[in-house]
């Protein structure tokens, strides 16, 4: 389900192929796969994003990851606004 009731808010629930394609487009590059998360790193850089295998991410979950990867808070709305569309 896309949806989840946290307390009295609605937390969104975010596909994990949405949050790879936008950490991807953030400059990152899968570097290697553990038995609970993927590694990305923007090359040239030391920065890297580990991101849970799940299929599906909480949107606090990826408010942290996008940040990570360097999004402003306005991007990381903007994303999370078109992933609302697509549900």
């Not at 937390?11 to 994990?16: L, S, T």
């Not at 949050?19 to 400059?27: H, K, W």
């Not at 990305?40 to 799940?54: C, I, S």
């Not at 599906?56 to 992933?83: D, M, N, P």
Request: proline share 5%; hydrophobic share 35%.
């Amino acid at each position: 389900c896309p949806l989840r009731r946290v307390g009295r808010r609605v937390q969104m629930r975010i596909p994990r192929e949405q949050v790879i394609a936008r950490v991807r487009e953030a400059g990152f590059t899968f570097q290697k796969q553990g038995s609970r998360v993927e590694i990305f790193r923007q090359p040239g850089t030391k920065q890297r994003v580990d991101l849970p295998r799940r299929d599906l991410y909480e949107e606090k979950l990826v408010r942290v990851v996008l940040s990570q990867a360097g999004l402003t808070h306005q991007q990381i709305e903007g994303f999370l606004k078109a992933a609302i569309k697509q549900q």
